[in-house]
């Protein structure tokens, strides 16, 4: 069974911060930065991906609620909400999970950057893609 519905079943434990029928938030245990989050829905699906509409809209609910609530009461300067799809990603547990992480200012424990690809080809992906 994964990490994620052990804690759902209550077999490891976890300090939650929202609970329904349909998701279940819980402090992460890295503390990336100060509030930091884990939203996850109750019903096993791997990611983003493979998640129907129903699920998502739900998920997606609790975490506009949740980042503001997680925003006002920690004093945050913004907010990162970050989901990872499949291992080339960067997801490591299985289970579709979006991460909401604080941000306090340009030391936080959490590095995001985009770099231009000097081998992009941006009509090519435009005629794939629209």
Known sequence: MCIFCSIINNEIPSYKLYEDDDVLAF?????????H???IPKK????????DDETYEKL????????T???QKTNAKGINILHNANEAAGQTVMHMHYHIIPRYDE???LNIEFLENPDK???????LLK
Do not use: P, R
């Not at 096993?44 to 998640?51: A, M, R, S």
């Open 60 to 67: 997606m609910k609790v975490i506009k609620q949740l980042a």
């Open 27 to 35: 402090l992460d245990i890295s503390q990336t930065t100060f509030g």
């Open 121 to 127: 080809n941006i009509e090519k992906a435009y005629e």
């Open 69 to 71: 609530k997680i925003y």
């Open 107 to 109: 030391n936080d424990k």
């Open 44 to 51: 096993h699906v791997t990611n983003i991906l493979e998640c």
């Open 37 to 39: 989050t884990v939203v």
